[in-house]
């Protein structure tokens, strides 16, 4: 497949000028860590342990098999797994011979994959044959008859009789008996400017937009965290976010396979057994959104664990409340870093472990080789402390859409800022705190809901005249949606419309959980709703 980006040389040239791009690709990284440590735990799931060695065996098994079955330089895999060894694996291997991987959280259902299938086009797809109740299977292979381009399904804890699918056992035997050796598969070696990950962001317009990044984009954020945090080999990292998710998929794996750290990943959150883990495996580093860290709180009696090993806690997703700030110092052995960041941008601006206690109510600001401004309507730099559109440019830049220039341009201005769809204050230091967002989007425990195409699917209802959704604040996780809803008739209820819902095939995760019925919205002249004033009903 063609990826049409926005690199150019003069940006390549910058960059290496700045020295941020690490001009490398994660292969290379874990065939030295490999060699430095092979019986090392590499990543430890609720399955199974794979040292680097075992890792690194697995990911060339499986590149072999990759091959074999028809990826090709440029071919998009994309992955519906839980958080599993065998993501990681998949992922290093279809970098390995040069594709491209499309994570998928495993929260989306058939509405959702489709719509990315249609613009990724992979051509496999590894998913399991059930997590948590649900058969993924069947969704593929519904998904397949509307996407032909996908060519073979692969299905982790398969049994190998499912029809039209093929087993993640054997896809690994394929590997194994595959006549291809290293010296080929380093022949299909990519640069690492070429794209390698096509990651999906919700947004206003009902379609997700196909975020492009390279090994440099991706490699530039993980090395600066490492360096910010003084992380090394001997840490050991956790991972409960979605790895499709790019805080997982930058944090949980990218970042400790780089720096030779042992990852311990978590599939279903529940804070006990997050505190279970730290015990258990000495976790110094951990990564999510508000309600983890919440979560992790509301443990009975935390704060008298054996968890001295926990050192560092950055909280993404959402600003940190002050009294869960309050409350981590005390009960606490780590540092809690505020942070902002995109999929377009992996974690932009990050707090310091030296930072003050008011300075980490903020959401930091960016390292060397990037950037943030915050203006008015008419593009001209804000002063100090007054509100504005948050912009950013620099090293974890994305490349493009997927969908193309014209969408990808359409963010950017002549100098290179995108524009970030949030408001943000920034104060005399850099550091900014996020307001709010000019994105029509909820972000309910650090994932973003595609506002507009719930509303969309709720107007179908027949006792629905109109509706807006719009984000209240959530102890726990940050944000809900709550609908605002015209009725047409009888006034549903919220219990209706989320029946809907789940026969629409919207993700759960989407759903509205309030409901507010009123006879008129707030409009503007020309006939949008001004959501502004919902938000303060």
Not at 36 to 51: C, E, F, M, Q, Y
Not at 352 to 380: H, I
Not at 467 to 478: E, N, S
């Amino acid at each position: 497949m063609f990826f049409e980006t926005n690199l150019t040389q003069s940006r390549i040239a910058q960059e290496s000028d700045l020295g941020v791009w690490p001009d490398t690709i994660l292969h290379d990284l874990l065939v030295e860590r490999a060699a430095l440590g092979p019986d090392k735990p590499a990543i430890v799931d609720s399955r199974r342990t794979l040292t680097f060695s075992e890792l690194l065996d697995e990911v060339e098994r499986c590149a072999r098999a990759l091959l074999t079955i028809g990826v090709g330089r440029g071919d998009v895999v994309q992955i519906q797994l839980p958080n599993w060894a065998e993501f990681a694996v998949t992922m290093l291997a279809t970098e390995r011979i040069g594709g491209v991987v499309n994570p998928v959280a495993p929260i989306f259902r058939f509405n959702e994959v489709r719509v990315m299938s249609e613009l990724a086009r992979p051509s496999v797809v590894v998913t399991t044959r059930e997590f948590r109740g649900f058969e993924y299977g069947p969704l593929h292979q519904e998904v397949r008859e509307v996407c032909p381009w996908v060519r073979e399904v692969i299905l982790v804890d398969g049994t190998g009789h499912e029809p039209d699918c093929r087993s993640w056992e054997d896809l690994m035997a394929t590997g194994g008996a595959s006549p291809i050796d290293s010296a080929h598969l380093d022949l299909l070696r990519p640069g690492p400017n070429e794209v390698c990950e096509v990651q999906f962001t919700s947004g206003t317009t009902g379609q997700p937009k196909g975020v492009m990044h390279t090994q440099n984009t991706l490699g530039a954020p993980v090395a600066l965290i490492l360096k910010q945090t003084g992380r090394g080999p001997d840490d050991v990292f956790h991972m409960a976010s979605t790895l499709a998710h790019q805080t997982g998929y930058v944090y949980g794996l990218r970042v400790p396979l780089t720096s030779g750290s042992t990852t311990i990943l978590q599939d279903v959150w529940e804070g006990q057994a997050f505190a279970d883990l730290i015990e258990q495996h000495g976790i110094t580093n951990s990564m999510g959104a508000t309600p983890f860290l919440a979560d992790l709180l509301a443990v009975p009696g935390i704060e008298e664990r054996d968890i001295g090993s926990f050192r560092v806690f950055i909280c993404a997703g959402a600003a940190i409340p002050r009294p869960v700030l309050e409350a981590a110092s005390e009960k606490l052995p780590c540092t809690v870093l505020p942070g902002w960041g995109m999929t377009e941008c992996a974690l932009f601006t990050t707090g310091r472990v030296d930072d003050s206690f008011e300075k980490r109510l903020t959401d930091g600001r960016p390292p060397a080789g990037c950037e943030v401004r915050v203006v008015d309507g008419k593009g001209a730099v804000t002063d100090i402390g007054v509100e504005g559109d948050l912009e950013a440019r620099g090293s974890l830049m994305f490349v493009g859409y997927i969908q193309g220039r014209e969408l990808t341009d359409s963010c950017h201005d002549a100098e290179g800022w995108f524009d970030t769809g949030d408001r943000a204050f920034m104060d005399a230091d850099g550091y900014i705190r996020i307001s709010g967002r000019t994105k029509d989007i909820v972000i309910r425990g650090g994932e973003n809901v595609p506002v507009k195409e719930v509303e969309d699917t709720l107007m179908r209802h027949p006792s629905v005249a109109n509706v807006a959704i719009v984000a209240k604040p959530h102890d726990r996780l940050g944000e809900i949606g709550l609908a605002f809803v015209i009725p047409s008739g009888d006034a549903p209820t919220l219990a209706e419309l989320a029946d809907f819902l789940a026969e629409q095939d919207v993700t759960k995760q989407f759903w509205p959980e309030e409901l507010v019925i009123v006879d008129e919205f707030p409009m503007t002249p020309s006939g949008k709703v001004q959501k502004f004033k919902l938000r303060g009903l």
